[in-house]
């Protein structure tokens, strides 16, 4: 939702948010809109401009269903609007039923594909495809499926300025490349990343729209190794990279890239709005494990499990926002988790877990990053040994170092440590030695101090190379995270016992599920 507003230059207006299915009676409350006042990029090319508005999300709706949507603006200075607005999720792309099969050799492929019609499904058998050009697509309802029987091998999927296409069951050594396309889907297939090339997704604007990426396997060869840590690091590749409005990336693996999860930058950057990237499962990102830059609002990234990677969470820059992370879990980061670099603004952080060596907390740039809203998250670093991955220090072993954090950032209810180190940090102009420091303000003022006694048995992860294995990461019952967050509607209505809990997990709640929910990819 985005809400132009003009006034309130002292950004003091709220607007509070109920939403329900059409149908049903009870209204149920989300997160207020965030307030964002108009500005511009600093330091991009181009400069991006958004305007005066309150802008935010409703999160974890159901598929193919109508939402009634109930705002009501209020200005202390003056000024009032109530608006009800309905909105439809979409459907998520699947095949026509009884859809008719179209079995296709390596040398009929291209004559099939040429006069295939809308809802048919094009087979590949065994056989080594080469590159796969898809002229035309499908309907809405009927989408055209190109699909593998498990022993097809492609050097390249093309599915360009086509709509309603689903690419599934297939082994590529080359990119699905998406571009230009549109309500599109790439499933359950084995991407693998050939050189400094992407597996799924865009090469830049205008990018894709509403296309739907789900459980699939995403590799490449970059190795874990200290001289591939880092932008300037000896690394390639992309995984799953993309550009344009309404994208879903969900339920991939991918592993062993530059950037494992991508939107597009500067000149490359389409219309990057309404986003979402959630339940991903992310190993060995020699660069970033999810860059989300240059997202313009209502970007999601929720759920998401990182292991091993050198940076954790990228937006550099965010652009007015809000974009939001939400309930991620980064264990093994050999620099920072949060890159809110190159003046970003709005982003939203609730519920990460972060386990690390050096600072735990921590966004390492001197460009100030502003409007930033930082909540229930558990956060621990630790000692370094003195270590350096690729260019780069992971800190010096403080709870937090948010040193550029702008005037209009927001912390508060976090849980924050350093492993057998003194809780010791800094965030804006707040610097403290101890938990009484922290919690005199401005910012932390319900913080708690954590180690790694909150968990059952995990390892802190002293030796970053070569890698672990993702633990389990959810608090211990009775543990100092529990209960001790603050409520948020929509985000946490689900906690167990007098409150939420800190951190991305509830003590005794199961696991998500993290990757490919079927053994089809």
């Known amino acids: 939702m985005e809400w132009h507003i003009e006034g309130d230059l002292n950004t003091n207006g709220k607007v509070d948010v109920r939403y329900r299915a059409v149908g049903e009676k009870t209204w149920a409350p989300a997160l207020p809109l965030r307030r964002v006042p108009a500005g511009q990029s ?9 305007r005066n508005k309150h802008s935010g999300s409703v999160f974890d709706l159901k598929p193919d269903t109508e939402y009634e949507i109930h705002l009501k603006l209020v200005d202390p200075d003056g000024g009032s609007a109530e608006r009800t607005v309905r909105a439809r999720t979409r459907a998520i792309p699947k095949p026509m039923a009884d859809a008719p099969v179209r079995r296709v050799t390596p040398d009929t492929l291209k004559a099939v594909l040429a006069a295939a019609r809308p809802g048919e499904v094009v087979l590949l058998g065994e056989g080594e495809y080469g590159r796969v050009d898809v002229p035309a697509g499908g309907e809405a309802g009927r989408p055209l499926v190109v699909r593998g029987d498990g022993r097809a091998v492609c050097r390249g999927v093309y599915v360009r300025q086509c709509k309603h296409v689903i690419v599934e069951k297939l082994t590529v050594h080359g990119p699905i490349d998406l571009q230009g396309s549109s309500d599109c889907g790439v499933r359950y297939c084995r991407v693998h990343v050939q050189g400094k090339g992407f597996g799924i997704g865009t090469r830049g604007r205008p990018g894709a729209t509403n296309c739907y990426i789900a459980d699939n396997i995403v590799t490449g060869r970059t190795p874990w190794a200290s001289e591939a840590m880092g932008a300037s690091g000896e690394n390639a590749g992309e995984g799953i990279q993309i550009t344009g409005p309404g994208n879903v990336i969900c339920y991939n693996r991918v592993d062993s890239l530059r950037d494992c999860i991508s939107t597009m930058e500067d000149r490359g950057t389409g219309l990057q709005v309404c986003i979402d990237i959630y339940n991903n499962d992310v190993r060995f990102a020699a660069d970033d494990g999810i860059e989300a830059d240059f997202c313009m609002h209502n970007c999601r990234i929720l759920r998401n499990r990182l292991t091993n990677c050198f940076m954790g969470l990228s937006s550099q820059p965010g652009l007015g926002g809000p974009t939001y992370f939400i309930r991620n879990v980064m264990y093994n980061l050999t620099h920072a988790p949060f890159k809110l670099h190159r003046h970003s603004t709005g982003d939203v952080c609730l519920h990460n877990t972060v386990v690390k060596v050096g600072d735990g907390m921590a966004c390492f740039t001197y460009e100030t990053f502003d409007r930033a809203y930082f909540r229930n ?28 954090a702008g005037p209009n950032c927001d912390f508060d209810y976090d849980a924050l440590g350093s492993h057998t180190l003194p809780l010791r940090g800094q965030i804006g102009k707040q610097s403290f030695d101890d938990l009484a420091g922290l919690r005199r303000g401005p910012h932390e003022r319900h913080a708690v101090e954590a180690g790694m006694s909150v968990f059952a048995d995990v390892p802190f992860p002293a030796k970053p190379i070569p890698g672990y294995d993702p633990p389990d990461l959810r608090p211990r019952p009775g543990s100092v995270v529990v209960d001790k967050g603050q409520r948020l509607p929509n985000v946490n209505d689900a906690f167990r016992g007098q409150g939420p809990d800190m951190g991305a997990y509830e003590a005794g709640q199961d696991l998500p599920h993290y990757g490919p929910r079927s053994s089809g990819a």
């Open 42 to 50: 600093v330091g991009t090319t181009p400069i991006f401009r958004w």
């Open 377 to 404: 998250n558990l956060c621990i670093g630790g000692p370094t040994g003195g270590a350096w991955y690729g260019k780069y220090r992971p800190g010096r072993g403080l709870a937090v170092y948010m040193r550029a």
